[in-house]
């Protein structure tokens, strides 16, 4: 018998390689649905903890199923000995991204729980607001503020970073930024953990393995890296176009634009530029969000990019959200990590309900037939 014929896709792009009924991505109309639902309205109506649980289970929970999850949350947001230790003794100039990876892998060595997926999903999702929390309050020579019942899991990150209870409207809208990022089709990272999970490894190595591709600047990289450019224009003291015509003269992206599924616009962007206005109006000091309005309108009449079809995504106008709230720069990151979280979990969980090993094939383009040289023979 020969070998089928390969089908190369580098990037593999277009190429499908699972069902789920989990979030489905339209590029063209443009919309996001989570289960079914818009996400867009999800942002506006329910929760990042109502949204998990829809993701997770399939259906919106009754008031009481939504208080016993979040109680399943509460009992578990306290970090063990072994996860607080790493994250309290981390160096202070460690990326807050690698603190978060060893920390989520670690809540699976210090677990506490049945280490079942889901005990092992929930303890994710519950410590490593905990986790980033207390290594942003550890490297400003701070102690850790134990998580309150009383506040959900938003609330309780912004508490335990600043160690005072958040303006309410910081804390709802940390909780439309986690819902947001819950989950996004096959992206880099999701498809990082299902290949994971389809090894029947479990689900706290398959999250650990999605923050790692989470954290490269074509993935989830990029909202710090539009934050830090923006700091970069301010402090250059430069105008956005000339900034901007020098990163493309250099062949340098423009961080926060471009998408490999949506072609008009990224929906999650929207509520982002919505959300981007109001704390700018209420917030002292430079205008990002005009600054931001400069940049899209640069590159809208750009004719290398306008041709390519490049729009803002979901990380040109988080950053600037999340820096309004007091969130470090670097912190970026594992926030988009800590929304999507969810989906990694409920990605891996559909995974393992109807699994088969993700396997395939690199072109061998190499050389052939080389011969072995013993050691003391090579020149
Ligand atoms: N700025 C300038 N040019 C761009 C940008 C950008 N942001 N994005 C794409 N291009 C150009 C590329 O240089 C390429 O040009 P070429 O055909 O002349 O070589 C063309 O558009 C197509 O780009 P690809 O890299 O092939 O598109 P791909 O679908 O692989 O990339 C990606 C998508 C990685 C998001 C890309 O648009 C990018 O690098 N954006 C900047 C980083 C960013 O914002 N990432 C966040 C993505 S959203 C998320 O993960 C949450």
Do not use: C
């Amino acid at each position: 018998m020969t070998d089928p014929e390969p089908i190369r896709r580098i990037g593999l792009e277009n190429v499908v390689v699972a069902d789920t009924e989990l979030s489905h991505i339209d590029g063209e109309k443009p919309e996001l649905l989570y289960r079914g639902v818009d996400a867009q309205e999800l942002a506006e109506k329910s929760s990042y903890e109502e949204t998990a649980y829809l993701l997770w289970n399939g259906g919106f929970p009754t008031r009481d199923e939504l208080d016993s999850f979040r109680g399943e949350l509460d009992d578990r947001r306290s970090l063990s000995h072994g996860v607080a230790e790493i994250v309290e003794h981390a160096p202070e100039d460690a990326v807050p991204m690698d603190v978060l990876r060893s920390a989520v892998s670690a809540t699976s060595v210090y677990g506490d729980g049945d280490g079942t997926t889901r005990d092992r999903s929930l303890s994710v999702l519950a410590k490593a607001p905990t986790a980033l929390a207390a290594f942003g309050r550890a490297r400003d020579g701070y102690e850790a503020v134990e998580p309150r019942e009383d506040l959900d899991t938003a609330a309780n990150f912004l508490y335990m970073l600043n160690g005072e209870e958040p303006d309410e409207r910081h804390a709802e809208i940390l909780d439309t930024a986690l819902l947001l990022h819950a989950d996004h089709g096959l992206n880099a990272s999701t498809f990082t953990g299902r290949v994971i999970a389809s090894t029947e490894s479990d689900v706290v190595s398959a999250v650990t393995g999605a923050i790692g591709a989470l954290k490269g600047p074509l993935h989830g990289g990029a909202n710090q890296d539009v934050m830090e450019m923006l700091l970069d224009i301010e402090d250059s003291q430069k105008d956005v176009s000339s900034y901007l015509a020098g990163m493309l003269e250099d062949g340098e992206r423009v961080p926060g634009f471009g998408h490999r599924v949506y072609e008009a616009f990224d929906p999650r962007a929207e509520v982002f530029k919505k959300i981007a206005k109001e704390v700018s109006e209420k917030t002292d000091g430079p205008d990002w969000f005009s600054m931001l309005e400069e940049v899209e309108a640069f590159l809208r009449e750009e004719k290398r990019i306008h041709e390519k079809g490049i729009s803002p995504n979901v990380d040109l106008y988080s950053g600037t959200v999340y820096y309004s709230l007091g969130v470090p720069v670097d912190f970026f990151v594992p926030m988009f990590a800590i929304g999507r979280s969810v989906g990694w979990t409920a990605q891996a969980q559909e995974q393992y309900d109807d699994n088969r090993l993700v396997r395939p094939r690199a072109e061998y383009v190499g050389e052939r037939g080389v011969e072995y040289v013993p050691i003391d023979e090579r020149e």
